[in-house]
């Protein structure tokens, strides 16, 4: 968790960084702009993904001593983010005029919005290369990928949003995957080499059926969530204009950083750890609760902290016109709280292979957010966006402590 915070750490403050040069060079239109952009790679990514990352995973780390299977999973994993990348990547090109027209309700952004397909191309080339670092457990790799990914792709796409203002933003979502893509494959060199012979394709088909039927279902969680966050964005937007799906996003990101931050260090040790064990209910259950005190010892304390200091973070991380979004954002972080409290709960069902509960419990949280999102917008606004999720997450924490 070390290793990974410590990466994480410094993606935070890159992310900081960019963020703030992104509000500073194209304002709360323009962020809500790339926010869309991303809702839509992430809604795609994510369908198109087929959940085989986190199939993967624990297809591996559940053979960890089998170097036959890993071998066999590695070439799946690869040749099938390829694949159905280039098969969305296309789809998302051919539909790119009605897809601007439902986001933006004009298709005069179909060139940027079909370009947004090989962004996804590459991030599932991304997702099949970092699942097999997380299934052998090469934290230290993982640390340098997060790293070295962030600081290139930052790079790149500032200079791409500072020559050519509000239109660089697509090439700002382009260029951070593609680098990451890069760096891992180069970092990845140093795996073992694989020790099965030439797969058939008879066998990698049924390598990659065995995955999808188990991924289908977290796809399907995942998906949710990713279209959830895009309905969301597209409601605000059309509904309270695009500026205020800025202020949306910039709240949200504020609310994702740290927590995210939080969840991936664990989640990078826990989840294969968790899948050695699940069969054994102390050692799991034991496992589960250390998470838990550790990431509200960690993380708590922090998020409270932001409720009282939320208007001056986002006057510094962002620039004043983005203070509105205050009230939105202390929602959001006492809802983080019961995010942290709830995570551990979650994996047991991934690591259990318990898909129908997990996607259940999923598919209630984001139905509870968007539901109560429409409900309340109309009478308060665009901070309705942060009580719905606090909302939200203190049923799901109900939910799941009941379940589990």
Do not use: C
């Amino acid at each position: 968790m070390l290793v990974i915070g410590s990466a994480q750490a410094v993606n935070i403050v890159i992310s900081i960084v960019r963020m703030k040069v992104l509000a500073v060079l194209v304002g709360p239109a323009g962020l809500g702009l790339f926010g869309l952009y991303t809702s839509l790679q992430s809604t795609v990514g994510t369908f198109a993904g087929l959940g085989l990352e986190t199939s993967g995973v624990r297809d591996i780390a559940a053979n960890k001593d089998d170097l036959a299977v890993q071998s066999r999973v590695r070439t799946v994993l690869f040749t099938a983010g390829l694949v159905q990348g280039a098969i969305a990547m296309v789809l998302v090109w051919l539909f790119r005029a009605p897809l601007a027209q439902w986001l933006f309700g004009d298709a005069s952004r179909a060139t940027e919005t079909g370009l947004v397909g090989v962004a996804i191309l590459l991030s599932l080339v991304l997702a099949s290369q970092t699942a097999i670092l997380r299934g052998l457990r090469r934290i230290g790799d993982l640390g340098r990928v997060t790293v070295l990914s962030a600081l290139g792709g930052t790079i790149g796409g500032l200079i791409a949003v500072w020559l050519e203002g509000e239109a660089g933003l697509i090439w700002f979502l382009l260029v951070q995957p593609l680098v990451a893509v890069l760096i891992t494959a180069f970092i990845s060199r140093k795996l073992p080499r694989a020790v099965t012979p030439r797969l058939t394709s008879t066998d990698a088909f049924a390598a990659w059926k065995s995955m999808a039927s188990l991924g289908v279902v977290f796809m399907i969680g995942g998906l949710a969530g990713a279209a959830t966050l895009l309905f969301a964005r597209s409601l605000i937007a059309r509904d309270l204009g695009i500026e205020a799906a800025g202020l949306f996003s910039a709240s949200w990101g504020v609310a994702m950083t740290y927590v995210g931050f939080l969840l991936g260090a664990m989640a990078a040790d826990f989840y294969p750890r968790l899948t050695e064990v699940i069969n054994d209910r102390a050692t799991s259950v034991r496992l589960m609760n250390d998470q838990a005190q550790l990431g509200l010892a960690i993380g708590g304390p922090v998020l409270l902290a932001l409720v009282g200091i939320a208007p001056w973070f986002l006057a510094i991380l962002y620039s004043s016109e983005f203070v509105p979004a205050a009230e939105m954002l202390q929602w959001q972080t006492v809802g983080n709280v019961l995010k942290l409290a709830s995570w551990p709960m979650g994996f047991a069902y991934i690591a259990a292979a318990r898909s129908r509960i997990f996607l259940a419990t999923e598919l209630a949280w984001n139905a509870a957010f968007l539901g109560l999102l429409w409900v309340l917008m109309p009478v308060i606004g665009v901070e309705a966006a942060g009580m719905a999720f606090m909302i939200a997450y203190a049923m799901y924490f109900i939910l799941l402590h009941v379940l589990t």
